[in-house]
T-cell receptor, first 117, second 112 residues
Framework: AQTVTQSQPEMSVQEAETVTLSCTYD???????LFWYKQPPSRQMILVIR??????QNATENRFSVNFQKAAKSFSLKISDSQLGDAAMYFC??????????????FGKGTKLTVNP | KAGVTQTPRYLIKTRGQQVTLSCSPI?????VSWYQQTPGQGLQFLFE???????NKGNFPGRFSGRQFSNSRSEMNVSTLELGDSALYLC???????????FGSGTRLTVV
């Protein structure tokens, strides 16, 4: 079974600075998808960024980018120019590409990000 | 366009009762999944439905069940509630693609 590990329960960053959240995963599969979700106090999970394992190029969405190291099974999220609205729980998630079409996600335990003004 | 709608937002039930939670996916989304979120266990997959068929099921007891209707709306039911069932229950929908889920805001269930 796949597992996802987020080793940083909490992180803090100054507004306008850069922060990197870590995520490692364990799988024997070669084809899969990785996601970062953000959960603010409103509780709704919001998709931040996604990465297909077959793509070597790291995904980027505005101020959010990932460092995907397939061999190391590492998928870190970098947030540049941090804003107060970035404060939330961040979850790393894994989805197999070979589970009969199922879109089941396996989540890490999350990292609570605090942004200081 | 409207997002994923979960009702009710909050629910308080007594141990031993049963509860039904509802999820209306985004229009056109045929895949609906449910997750349980607790401080101790984190986010755990409950089940997934696609075109009214259960496509995958997590490791939860049979007290947890669900279904999907022809309009893609989904319900999950928990019978004989236990204190440990207190959690945030999240529903997510997808158009069946690799683009990831859209989640609802969840139903906060408290069992007393």
């Amino acid at each position: 079974a796949q597992t996802v590990t987020q080793s940083q329960p909490e992180m803090s960053v100054q507004e306008a600075e850069t922060v990197t959240l870590s995520c490692t995963y364990d799988t024997s599969e070669s084809d899969y998808y990785l996601f970062w979700y953000k959960q603010p106090p409103s509780r709704q999970m919001i998709l931040v960024i996604r990465q297909e394992a077959y793509k070597q190029q790291n995904a980027t969405e505005n101020r959010f980018s990932v460092n995907f190291q397939k061999a190391a099974k590492s998928f870190s999220l970098k947030i540049s120019d941090s804003q107060l609205g970035d404060a939330a729980m961040y979850f790393c998630a894994y989805r197999s590409a070979s589970q009969g079409g199922s879109e089941k996600l396996v989540f890490g335990k999350g990292t609570k990000l605090t942004v200081n003004p | 366009k409207a997002g994923v709608t979960q009702t009710p937002r909050y629910l308080i039930k007594t141990r031993g009762q049963q509860v039904t939670l509802s999820c209306s996916p985004i229009s056109g989304h045929r895949s609906v999944s449910w997750y349980q979120q607790t401080p101790g266990q984190g986010l755990q997959f409950l089940f997934e439905y696609f075109s009214e068929t259960q496509r995958n099921k997590g490791n939860f007891p049979g007290r947890f069940s669900g279904r999907q209707f022809s309009n893609s709306r989904s319900e999950m039911n928990v019978s004989t509630l236990e204190l440990g069932d207190s959690a945030l229950y999240l529903c997510a929908s997808s158009p069946y693609s690799v683009y990831g889920y859209t989640f609802g805001s969840g139903t906060r269930l408290t069992v007393v």
